[in-house]
């Protein structure tokens, strides 16, 4: 059974920068894993932020941005806001059709 | 407007049997896959599985397959999801979602998502 791994938790005070972590149990993730992060706010549906990697939705704040280094999909925020508050999502391609979400970043901005 | 409308909310037992849908407005249903996510009460999202709307072909994840049926009727450009046999433990948001890929092909998002259907299932 494929695991995606992210933070349980992360911590960030206003304005800092915080970098989220994304990565495969089979090994090492490129980008035709097809990296997807999204925003969930509770009660909320989620939102997509990024996709294939780095690219970003026409409202995705310009603070946001994806990248891979080390075999691993990552999402940093830069000048965090207090509406940044949130669970962050990230969904890896495997083919076949089969995609898997990461447990989850529950990211505290304080 | 592109938008994945989604069937309201389900109360039902354990044992019975349930179908929700997602429906497709402003863009050609057949052209993207739909995936279904399901969200437990306070846990992640999971993958469920996906379909194609144009030919139906289908992809489940293999912990959702045997469990789950999902399924299309492209005259009315809505995807479903169907339960035979409710458990307590199907209790859980579920959303649909528009796999979008780029014209090489070398991008692929999910957008837009429905709003949710929140089934709850009562032993």
């Known amino acids: 059974q494929t695991v995606v791994t992210q933070e349980t938790s992360l911590t960030v005070s206003p304005g800092g920068t915080v970098t989220l972590t994304c990565a495969s149990s089979?090994?090492?993730?490129?980008?035709?894993?097809?990296p997807n992060w999204f925003q969930q706010k509770p009660g909320q549906t989620p939102r997509a932020l990024i996709y294939?990697?780095?690219n970003k939705h026409s409202w995705t704040p310009a603070r946001f941005s994806g990248s891979l280094f080390g075999g691993i999909a990552a999402l940093t925020l830069s000048g965090v806001q207090p509406e940044d508050e949130a669970e962050y999502y990230c969904?890896?391609?495997?083919?076949?059709?089969?995609?898997?979400f990461g447990g989850g970043t529950k990211l505290t901005v304080l | 407007e592109v938008q994945l409308v989604q069937s309201g909310a389900e109360v039902k037992k354990s044992g019975e049997s349930l179908k929700i849908s997602c429906k497709g407005f402003g863009y050609s249903f057949t052209s993207n896959w739909i995936a279904w996510v399901r969200q437990m009460p306070g846990k992640g999202l999971e993958w469920m599985g996906i379909i194609n709307p144009g030919d139906s072909d289908t992809r489940y994840r293999p912990s959702f397959q045997g469990h789950v049926t999902i399924s299309a009727d492209k005259s009315i450009s809505t995807a479903y999801l169907q339960w035979s046999s409710l458990k307590a433990s199907d209790t859980a948001m579920y959303y649909c979602?528009?796999?979008?890929?780029?014209?090489?092909?070398?991008?692929?998002?999910?957008?837009?998502w429905g709003q949710g259907t929140l089934v709850t299932v009562s032993s």
């Open positions: 969904l890896l391609y495997y083919g076949g059709g089969q995609w898997v």
């Open positions: 294939s990697t780095s």
């Open positions: 089979t090994g090492a993730v490129t980008s035709s894993y097809y």
């Open positions: 979602a528009r796999l979008g890929v780029g014209a090489t092909s070398n991008l692929r998002w999910f957008d837009p």
